[in-house]
């Protein structure tokens, strides 16, 4: 079984400043992938970052990153040089590689940032 | 031209209506999948279409009822609804069946159901 928890219903963040959003995870799987999508108010999840369990370096995309901690089970999302355009709800998901789980990317319950001008 | 659209984006319905829930993906993608988002709740899976064929029903009540007539489109038909069914249903592609960690899920916009 495979479960994500994200420990922040809500954040705030100063517009140009960079936050982190958490994510912890657990599974049984020896490989692993684990994702951030961002959900506007409009309602589609954007796709932003991957990370593979076994890369050996942390993902980065344009402003985002992930602070990818294998033994601590963490996947944290910074997004540096926050803009107002940022403000959306913030889900951590996870999809493992055997047969039960393969299919089923796993969300956690999602972050709300709100960018403050 | 996004690469998922769904429609409507809003729809109310009463317990005995039938409705029906309109997913189209422009991506070439080979695998569709209905997500369900209710308030306060992660995203759960519903169902997964792989070229066109039913390959996951996470436990879904027999009230909605999927359709993959091509690799492009999906249908999630409603009938006899309850009002705890009320949720944000997402639509997502990918370009295959799920069985690389790495598959990247594409997702439309989904659409705002309310049951009265």
């Known amino acids: 079984a495979q479960k994500i928890t994200q420990t922040q219903p809500g954040m705030f963040v100063q517009e140009k400043e960079a936050v982190t959003l958490d994510c912890t995870y657990d599974?049984?799987?020896?490989?692993?992938?684990l994702f951030w999508y961002k959900q506007p108010s409009s309602g589609e999840m954007i796709f932003l970052i991957y990370q593979g369990s076994y890369d050996q370096q942390n993902a980065t995309e344009g402003r985002y990153s992930l602070n990818f901690q294998k033994a601590r089970k963490s996947a944290n999302l910074v997004i540096s040089a926050s803009q107002l355009g940022d403000s959306a709800m913030y889900f951590c998901?996870?999809?493992?590689?055997?047969?039960?789980?393969?299919?089923?990317?796993?969300f956690g319950s999602g972050t709300q940032l709100t960018v403050l001008p | 031209e996004t690469g998922v659209t769904q429609t409507p984006r809003h729809l109310v319905m009463g317990m005995t209506n039938k409705k029906s829930l309109k997913c189209e993906q422009h991506?070439?993608?080979?695998?569709m999948y209905w997500y369900k988002q209710s308030a306060k709740k992660p995203l759960e899976l519903m169902f997964v279409y792989s070229l066109e064929e039913r390959v996951e029903n996470n436990s879904v009540p027999s009230r909605f009822s999927p359709e993959c007539p091509n690799s492009s489109h999906l249908f999630l038909h409603l009938h006899t609804l309850q009002p705890e069914d009320s949720a944000l249903y997402l639509c997502?592609?990918?370009?295959?069946?799920?069985?690389?960690?790495?598959?990247?899920?594409?997702f439309g916009s989904g659409t705002q159901l309310s049951v009265l």
């Open positions: 997502a592609s990918s370009q295959d069946a799920p069985q690389a960690p790495n598959e990247k899920l594409f």
């Open positions: 998901a996870m999809r493992g590689i055997s047969s039960g789980s393969a299919r089923q990317l796993t």
């Open positions: 991506l070439g993608h080979n695998a």
């Open positions: 599974t049984s799987d020896p490989s692993y992938g």
